[in-house]
């Protein structure tokens, strides 16, 4: 099937302009000026008056659960959520059960997706203590990255031994994504919460979760991980920065292409705040925690500046009752958001085309994706097209992702994806979805 998207605007590598592009073959084949004329033949016409076309979003970071944890979520469920939020391709973590540490079991969550997902894909091999002999035969070209929890999170897949740090940042074949929350202090800090909860003296509810999961557990891990990058020349991409204190150790006098050590965020970090636990409690309750009200306006400062490259969800859907426990300690870490990305995103104040930056060229440009993440003559046709002027309010009700909750419920937006094609397939139309199209593995140069 061929498409001819008419009259949008186009927001790509820095420009707005009104054109038409011509989708055949899967791929983005002619982008045509406003007014030249153009026979598309039998395509099918879809005029996009008024909207905005963009590059598919590429999130480099999520957690769909699968295999193992599918009570919570799946390829199909959250892959069907992401292509609703624009999202055309996307980087799955490896605390699945089993973990993902060795190259069969990349290879067999591959084949899962390639069976199930509406979104493009790729995942990360999980570094541990002891797997470094399957982390060195990572194909570059093939994977896109080697996940490193320098720090306990969800799954425990903590590498704490120095000597293994060592080998994997000078021997790692491929980009170093990290978790970086110091172990240590995050348990010093567990043990005297408990301690004074016991007491009385405080209460265990969600707002303590910036005190466990402190500023400093953040900054310890993360300098210590760049560090090291620079020691031995890694390919290091510190995820989901969450505090101002850390955006000292990024640079933005370095062009991205030439950039080894980066840094992402994420939509809630630009939202929420930590007097947001008072109504939200446990719901936004995730790893590393959202932080003080300062923090999210220097990040938000960091997006514009380029000390921050990309913007990924760290979708990490739980159930509801996993999370709305009365005890903080066990309350689960991690929330969805895919969905809503691009909408939340655009409430913080970020304008499309830094949007379409962070979101779609800076994924692409820093994996070395193969041909996506940009509207250009011969890239796969990723496209999304957004109404900036459809006002919606989220709501469980309408939650795409598995666990059937989302924290942004009641929140009211302006802009709605109206179309997504993959791989120039229309997956996703209006709310409805053609589901007999599948993704495919994502691959870089
Ligand atoms: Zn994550």
Redesign the pocket.
């Known amino acids: 099937m061929n498409y001819y998207i008419k009259n949008a605007t186009l927001v790509n590598e820095g420009q707005a302009f009104v054109a038409n592009v011509f989708v055949s073959d899967g791929k983005i084949s002619k982008i045509v000026a406003e007014g030249e004329p153009f026979d598309c033949g039998s395509a099918t016409v879809i005029d996009a008056t008024g909207k905005y076309l963009i590059p598919g979003i590429i999130d480099e970071?999520v957690?769909f659960r699968e295999p193992g944890l599918t009570h919570k979520a799946d390829l199909y469920t959250e892959s069907r959520a992401a292509v609703a939020g624009g999202v055309t391709s996307f980087m799955d973590?490896p605390n699945t059960l089993p973990k993902t540490t060795t190259q069969e079991l990349l290879e067999q969550k591959l084949a899962l997706a390639a069976e199930k997902s509406l979104a493009n894909y790729s995942f990360y091999l999980g570094a541990t203590n002891d797997n470094l002999a399957e982390v060195v035969k990572t194909d570059p070209h093939r994977v896109c990255g080697v996940k490193l929890f320098m720090g306990s999170?969800t799954g425990n897949m903590l590498v704490d031994k120095n000597e293994v740090l060592v080998r994997l940042f000078r021997e790692s074949p491929c980009l170093i994504a990290a978790?970086c929350e110091d172990e240590q202090t995050i348990h010093q800090n567990t043990v005297r919460c408990k301690d004074l909860a016991a007491k009385g003296e405080v209460i265990a509810d969600a707002s303590i979760h910036p005190f466990v999961r402190t500023m400093e557990a953040c900054y310890k891990s993360s300098s210590k991980a760049v560090d090291m990058a620079e020691k031995f020349g890694a390919r290091l991409h510190v995820?989901?920065i969450s505090t101002k204190k850390e955006l000292s150790l990024f640079r933005k006098d370095i062009p991205l292409v030439d950039k080894k050590i980066t840094a992402e965020t994420c939509p809630h970090y630009l939202w929420f705040a930590d007097h947001d636990y008072e109504t939200k409690s446990f719901a936004i309750k995730c790893n590393p925690a959202i932080k003080a009200s300062w923090d999210r306006e220097a990040l938000r400062q960091a997006l514009r500046e380029g000390l921050i490259d990309t913007i990924g969800t760290?979708h990490?859907p739980h159930l509801l009752e996993e999370k709305m426990t009365d005890d903080y300690f066990t309350s689960k870490s991690?929330f969805p958001s895919i969905q809503h990305s691009l909408q939340v995103m655009l409430e913080c104040g970020v304008e499309l085309p830094l949007l379409v930056q962070l979101m779609c060229h800076n994924p692409a440009t820093l994996y070395r994706i193969d041909r996506r993440g940009f509207i250009r003559e011969g890239y796969y046709a990723d496209l999304a097209i957004i109404d900036m002027d459809h006002p919606v309010v989220i709501s469980n009700a309408t939650e795409l992702s598995k666990c059937g909750w989302t924290p942004y419920d009641g929140m009211t937006v302006r802009a709605q994806v109206t179309h997504t094609f993959v791989n120039g397939n229309l997956v996703y139309e209006k709310g409805n979805f053609h589901e007999e199209f599948r993704g495919e593995r994502l691959f870089f140069s």
């Open positions: 970071h957690h973590m999170s978790h995820m989901h760290d990490a991690g």
